[in-house]
């Protein structure tokens, strides 16, 4: 059974830090693309990053390019996004997820981690 476990989320000021982590089970990452997304309430589902399994091309959306970091340990079966000078705009959920596809685009993706909670805020 394949499981992904989000972890590192919190309360944050702004121009703080977070590093969520994204630990794997029943399934090799290294074999998968990795995408993190958030959700904002009444907010649609947004790619903020992904690294394809070859480590080489990575993405940022606009919004996060310059401040956000994905990386993966294929070791460690995990993957990480370092989040730094956090603005109240990035609160949100987020969400790991694993697929054969690099993509920002959410329906390619085939497993989905429950999300850890990220808030912003003085």
């Known amino acids: 059974q394949v499981q992904l476990v989000e972890s590192g989320g919190g309360l944050v000021q702004p121009g703080g830090s977070l590093r969520l982590s994204c630990a794997a089970s029943?399934?090799?990452?290294?074999?998968?693309?990795i995408g993190w997304f958030r959700q904002a309430p009444g907010k649609e589902r947004e790619g903020v990053s992904y690294?394809?399994?070859?480590?080489?091309?990575?993405y940022y959306a606009d919004s996060v390019k310059g401040r956000f970091t994905i990386s993966r340990d294929n070791a460690k079966n995990t993957a990480y996004l370092q989040m730094d000078n956090l603005k109240s705009e990035d609160t949100a959920r987020y969400y790991c997820?694993?697929?054969?596809?690099?993509?920002?685009?959410?329906?390619?993706?085939?497993?989905w981690g429950q999300g850890t909670q990220v808030t912003v805020s003085t």
């Open positions: 029943g399934l090799s990452l290294r074999n998968y693309a």
């Open positions: 997820a694993v697929g054969r596809i690099a993509t920002h685009f959410s329906q390619f993706y085939d497993y």
């Open positions: 690294i394809p399994d070859s480590g080489s091309t990575l």
